[in-house]
Nanobody, 129 residues
Framework: VQLVESGGGLVQAGGSLRLSCAASGRTFSSYGMGWFRQAPGLEREFVAAISWSGGTTYYSDSVKGRFTISRDNAKNTVYLQMNSLKPEDTAIYYC???????????????????????WGQGTQVTVSS
């Protein structure tokens, strides 16, 4: 399995970015997907997750109302639309693929990084004030 993120960059506070994560190696439409981030000196934290069908999404409180996760199963790609960016959103953003196919445990574990089996290399997002 390979996950490749893109779309990161430098943006001013209040601006927007759209991250993409292209997946290959497994039947993409069968797995829940998540976005996580890690800022310097801090632990990795959950950002957003989406079920295999795209029908269910979850967000951390810090990004709810500003970020939107979506997926295109025909393109094997998951997206993270980030609006109203703040300096505290600065981090490396990683996409991840859940461990098991059509696994209902995802609904309980979608925010746990340890529940995801495959990870991308990350893309840097820097928000200037």
């Amino acid at each position: 399995v390979q996950l490749v993120e893109s779309g990161g960059g430098l943006v001013q506070a209040g601006g927007s970015l759209r991250l993409s994560c292209a997946a290959s190696g497994r039947t993409f439409s069968s797995y829940g997907m998540g976005w996580f981030r890690q800022a310097p000196g801090l632990e990795r934290e959950f950002v957003a997750a989406i079920s295999w069908s795209g029908g269910t999404t979850y967000y951390s409180d810090s990004v709810k109302g500003r970020f939107t996760i979506s997926r295109d199963n025909a393109k094997n790609t998951v997206y993270l639309q980030m609006n109203s960016l703040k300096p505290e959103d600065t981090a490396i953003y990683y996409c991840a693929q859940y461990r098991d196919v059509h696994d209902s445990t995802w609904y309980s574990n979608q925010a746990r990084g340890s529940s995801y089996e495959y990870w991308g290399q990350g893309t840097q997002v820097t928000v200037s004030s």
